[in-house]
């Protein structure tokens, strides 16, 4: 008779989630996973398989969680640019908080794995994807109130503004200053009107 688990499998990927985020997919190694999400090793191996799928399944658990909170702002609003401004300022307060040299899970898988790792390309690309789909629908919704002009069009917007979310990730993770995000909020908001 298999033995049952002696702990939460979603409480340990989160765990894991967790120090993926702090040190990055290289520089995390299996040991570390271990000793950080308290399991032994064959409970990580028979629970999540190796260390690519472990690190994978944090992919999804983030999206799951941080990005749908995060993104909610713009995809459950029937606001235009009002819910495009309250997300980017919602990066600020997440990159300016005690965690926020951090930087974006996602963003950071984006340039350490996806070069070299196609299901993390995969992964990333269906977040900014995801992203740039939830700027496109709130600036549609800018367009028909008359808040922004289609010129340039509204698609090349919501690449800028995607590009904007993710330099300020990157950013964060070395300068986390509060007037420089805020800044590039101002400054990428005047330039939609």
């Known amino acids: 008779m298999p033995r049952s688990k002696e702990f939460d499998p979603e409480v340990v990927l989160d765990r894991a989630t967790d120090l993926f985020w702090k040190k990055g997919y290289e520089a995390t190694s299996i ?5 950080y999400m308290r399991i032994n090793r064959f409970s990580l ?10 690190f994978l399944a944090a992919c999804d658990r983030y999206e799951q969680h941080r990005g749908e909170d995060s993104l909610s ?3 459950k609003s029937e606001d235009g640019l009002p819910c495009i401004r309250r997300y980017l300022e919602s990066l600020v ?10 930087g974006c899970f996602m963003t950071n898988t984006t340039v ?14 269906a977040y900014l994807h995801r992203l740039q789909a939830a700027f496109y629908h709130a600036l549609g919704r800018a367009h028909q109130r008359g808040e922004i002009t ?7 917007y ?10 300020m ?8 200053k509060r007037e420089i995000l805020d800044a590039i909020v101002n400054v990428s908001m005047s330039a939609l009107h």
Not at 158 to 167: I, M, V, Y
């Open 112 to 125: 350490e794995l996806a070069p070299h790792d196609s299901r993390a390309a995969e992964k990333t690309g």
């Open 73 to 75: 702002i713009m995809e």
């Open 93 to 102: 307060e997440r990159f300016t908080a005690e965690e926020g040299s951090r």
């Open 31 to 35: 040991k570390d996973l271990v000793g």
């Open 45 to 54: 191996y028979s629970t999540f398989g190796d260390k690519q799928h472990l």
């Open 169 to 176: 990730a990157v950013l964060a993770k070395v300068s986390p």
């Open 158 to 167: 919501a690449r800028f503004l995607t590009s904007t979310a993710q330099g």
């Open 150 to 156: 289609s010129s340039p069009s509204i698609n090349d």
